[in-house]
């Protein structure tokens, strides 16, 4: 989500050529080891507090489901400065700014973090902030399995995947699956209003769903550990 914070060009519009969204769960396992997850708009609920601030202390009202691009931030209708303090407070204080889990996701990944390693890239620039918020939002999980990467940048996250051998990715930009196509990763589109735009990649509706694809009982390897 950094780039809320840098603007950098022009945003492509959702809309694009390609064959119809498919929904894969069931048609491929995933093994646990090899799924990463992006973390703004597929664990936390972030665009939802986005849009809840805006009402609560900028009295603007916009509805989630008419969010049908990334960058929607742009064009609300809200000025410069109080856009960025929205965006400062979700990406600073992410617990303060009330972002609650996009709901099934706590359960799922705590299962994760239980059996071996859980590996989130965020675009996000700051690690801290956001990685206090999964653990204060997965209390039961093993901190000691929980790797966070703050990429900085959408596009440096397909190198950290690749160099941790990772070969799935939940993300909810479709920008950054494209990124990924035709790469050893496999993007996965986590469903959102914002990314329902034609497009090739597989998609999920939610978190049972997703944890639908997951191989539970596929022997675990702790590989994403080991390029550290
Ligand atoms: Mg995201």
């Known amino acids: 989500m950094n780039s809320i914070k840098k603007p950098v060009g022009k ?17 491929f396992r995933i093994d646990p080891s090899e799924i990463a997850f992006d973390v703004d708009g597929v664990v936390a609920d972030t665009f ?8 609560k202390d900028y009295g603007l009202r916009i509805h989630y489901d008419d969010i049908n691009e990334y960058e929607f931030w742009k064009d ?32 799922v990944l705590t299962r994760l973090a239980d059996n071996g390693n859980l590996l ?5 620039s700051d690690r801290d902030s956001i990685l206090n918020w999964i653990w204060h939002y997965m209390p039961l999980a ?5 790797i966070l990467v703050a990429a900085g940048r959408h596009e440096d996250k397909l190198p950290i995947l690749l160099k ?11 920008e950054t699956c494209y990124l990924m196509e035709s790469s050893p990763v ?4 986590f469903d959102q209003p ?30 994403c550990h080991e390029h550290v």
């Open 48 to 55: 939802r507090a986005f849009i809840e601030i805006a009402f």
């Open 194 to 223: 914002w990314n329902r735009s034609v497009h090739p990649f597989a998609s999920v509706n939610g978190w049972e769903e997703l944890s639908d694809m997951i191989d539970w009982k596929k022997p675990w390897k702790t590989g």
């Open 120 to 124: 989130f890239v965020t675009a996000r």
């Open 142 to 146: 093993r901190r000691d399995s929980i």
């Open 164 to 174: 941790r051998g990772m070969k799935y990715f939940v993300e909810d930009r479709l």
């Open 76 to 107: 609300t209708g809200l000025d410069e400065n109080s856009t960025n303090d929205i965006i400062s407070r979700i990406l600073d204080q992410p617990l303060e700014a009330d972002i609650r889990p996009v709901t099934g996701s706590v359960d």
């Open 186 to 189: 496999t993007p996965i589109v």
């Open 11 to 27: 945003v492509e519009s959702g809309a694009r050529e390609g064959t119809e969204i498919k929904n894969c769960s069931g048609s």
